[in-house]
């Protein structure tokens, strides 16, 4: 696994093509092995800049925070 830090929100296209947004946490276990949690927002966007408005609302995300999919 690569120690490349993890952005915290992914904005993807679902199976059914509908854009998702996934809040990622990173947390670092005794050795400093980054363990990556990943939730799934029941929320559904039309694009993905709305998804990129939520998390700025509700999670308080910045530029450069987002990864896409």
Known sequence: M???PVRP???AKDAEG???????ETRYNS????IVT???QD???TT?????????EH????PGQFAAK
């Not at 509908?18 to 990622?24: A, E, G, S, Y």
């Not at 050795?31 to 980054?34: D, F």
């Not at 993905?48 to 700025?56: L, V």
């Not at 999670?59 to 910045?62: Q, V």
């Open 9 to 11: 929100f992914l904005i």
């Open 59 to 62: 999670f308080g995300a910045e």
């Open 2 to 4: 690569s120690r490349t």
């Open 48 to 56: 993905a800049t709305a998804a990129r408005a939520f998390a700025k």
């Open 38 to 40: 990943a939730t799934m």
């Open 31 to 34: 050795q400093n092995y980054p």
């Open 43 to 45: 929320e559904i966007f």
């Open 18 to 24: 509908r854009v998702r947004l996934t809040v990622r």
